[in-house]
């Protein structure tokens, strides 16, 4: 097996630098596994999301991929993996398996969580559907998302503070609406959009898990 590191703290989280890094890493080294490397709690899980969507776009999802955050983030709650030491020898030493890639039609990918919010602070208006069955129509302050480590893929529920639980699985998440934000890992974006949509690639990933 040939294993290759691709450290956060070398490359940033540019996504140009992110995809030229990768990509000389498939043509130079040919790796059948990638350890990706995050640095630290705020970006860590925004760099591993970035690194799959590259192998996505390239087609190349045969490569294994062993995460190795420094913390605990969301990505390796929703994956029940390590952090630190012990992840970093999981990582180069267990064993992969085919674990559902979550993406949206901005081929994003989302390996943490993501949320549906109104723009300029206001609240959400539109409708969410998971699969076929509707979470919401009107205004709500949010619909956050988070993929799963096993079928259908996600899940996503309504923002409501105080008030665990309320979560609706499915293959994929649309939202439609007037004034649309959409937050990946953390990071908000200000284009304001009619319609979001995350939902399971017909390519799994190849994930190192315990």
Same mark, same amino acid.
């Given at each position: 097996?040939?294993? +290759?590191?691709? $450290?956060? @703290?070398?490359?940033?989280?540019?996504?140009? /630098?992110?995809?030229? !890094? *990768?990509?000389? =890493?498939?043509?130079?080294?040919?790796?059948?596994?990638?350890? +990706?490397?995050? $640095?630290? @709690?705020?970006?860590?899980?925004?760099?591993? /999301?970035?690194?799959? !969507? *590259?192998?996505? =776009?390239?087609?190349?999802?045969?490569?294994?991929?062993?995460? +190795?955050?420094?913390?605990?983030?969301?990505?390796?709650?929703?994956?029940?993996?390590?952090?630190?030491?012990?992840?970093?020898?999981?990582?180069?030493?267990?064993?992969?398996?085919?674990?559902?890639?979550?993406?949206?039609?901005?081929?994003?990918?989302?390996?943490?969580?993501?949320?549906?919010?109104?723009?300029?602070?206001?609240?959400?208006?539109?409708?969410?559907?998971?699969?076929?069955?509707?979470?919401?129509?009107?205004?709500?302050?949010?619909?956050?998302?988070?993929?799963?480590?096993?079928?259908?893929?996600?899940?996503?529920?309504?923002?409501?503070?105080?008030?665990?639980?309320?979560?609706?699985?499915?293959?994929?998440?649309?939202?439609?609406?007037?004034?649309?934000?959409?937050?990946?890992?953390?990071?908000?974006?200000?284009?304001?959009?009619?319609?979001?949509?995350?939902?399971?690639?017909?390519?799994?990933?190849?994930?190192?898990?315990?």
């Amino acid at each position: 097996m040939s294993i +290759v590191r691709i $450290a956060e @703290a070398e490359v940033g989280n540019q996504k140009q /630098a992110v995809r030229a !890094a *990768v990509t000389g =890493l498939l043509a130079d080294e040919q790796p059948s596994r990638l350890v +990706v490397v995050g $640095a630290g @709690a705020a970006g860590a899980d925004v760099f591993l /999301a970035q690194v799959l !969507a *590259v192998l996505m =776009l390239t087609e190349r999802l045969d490569v294994e991929v062993g995460y +190795v955050a420094p913390v605990a983030t969301r990505a390796t709650r929703v994956h029940g993996l390590p952090h630190g030491q012990e992840a970093a020898e999981l990582a180069e030493q267990g064993r992969a398996r085919a674990v559902p890639l979550i993406r949206d039609d901005a081929a994003t990918v989302l390996v943490g969580r993501a949320r549906h919010l109104g723009g300029d602070g206001a609240k959400l208006h539109g409708e969410t559907y998971v699969d076929n069955a509707r979470l919401f129509t009107g205004e709500v302050r949010g619909v956050e998302i988070e993929p799963l480590a096993h079928a259908p893929g996600l899940r996503a529920r309504l923002i409501r503070p105080l008030r665990p639980g309320g979560w609706h699985e499915g293959r994929a998440a649309q939202t439609g609406g007037t004034n649309i934000v959409v937050e990946r890992e953390g990071v908000l974006t200000t284009r304001t959009l009619k319609r979001s949509t995350f939902y399971r690639h017909h390519v799994d990933m190849n994930l190192v898990c315990p």
